[in-house]
């Protein structure tokens, strides 16, 4: 498979933050929401790539009216947590990041807030290998269309995207881009151009 760069998901795809995540949603649930709710791993798991209002939607039902405020305050306090605690890289991550950097732009596209992407590129020390990233926490655009605003900034040619859901397979397909499926990572996909089952497996599928 030809590409010019490679855009990836970040959940489920490079790191797996779900246990960090519920550690700080449920501190900030205790500390300003009266404890209501305690979230496990896989609580968070179950709403990995959604958008913050589906977050609140699906998650946070139990306080009402107030559903969206909570879930924003658990994302804001979230990402100092992360910055601190990190998440669980997946093996082979930086090896990938550095045998696609020297001939490829490497991108993240993520519908998570405005920071989290920033924290993971400071805890792990991947910035140099990314040469731009973008949210829906940030422009209020889906996934598809950060994907296609990311390729049009950047002047790719052939990029392709690397997720590990379904969303991700139909934002890529919405952006007119070759899906390659993280079989690793939380979910499934129907019909993607290649899987791999690891992240070093994806340099076994390019042609740069």
């Not at 501190?27 to 209002?53: C, Q, V, Y």
Request: charged share 20%; proline share 3%; glycine share 10%.
């Amino acid at each position: 498979m030809f590409a010019d760069s490679v855009i990836f998901d970040l959940d489920g795809t490079l790191w797996d933050s779900c246990r960090s995540v519920a550690e700080s949603w449920s501190l900030t649930l205790a500390e300003k929401h009266g404890g209501l709710m305690h979230l496990s791993e896989g609580d968070i798991r179950g709403i990995m790539g959604m958008t913050a209002p589906q977050i609140a939607a699906s998650l946070f039902a139990p306080y009402g009216a107030q559903a969206e405020a909570v879930c924003l305050d658990c994302l804001e306090d979230e990402c100092l947590y992360i910055s601190r605690h990190g998440g669980r890289l997946y093996p082979g991550v930086e090896e990938l990041f550095r045998a696609l950097s020297s001939s490829l732009g490497l991108y993240i596209v993520s519908n998570c807030q405005d920071g989290y992407i920033q924290c993971f590129l400071e805890y792990t020390g991947f910035g140099k290998y990314i040469s731009d990233y973008e949210c829906s926490g940030v422009t209020g655009l889906s996934k598809g269309e950060n994907i296609r605003l990311v390729a049009r900034r950047n002047g790719l040619i052939s990029p392709l995207y690397v997720g590990d859901t379904s969303m991700d397979e139909a934002s890529a397909r919405s952006a007119g881009l070759p899906f390659v499926h993280a079989a690793y990572g939380f979910g499934r996909a129907s019909a993607p151009d290649a899987v791999i089952h690891s992240p070093l497996e994806l340099l076994d599928i390019i042609e740069v």
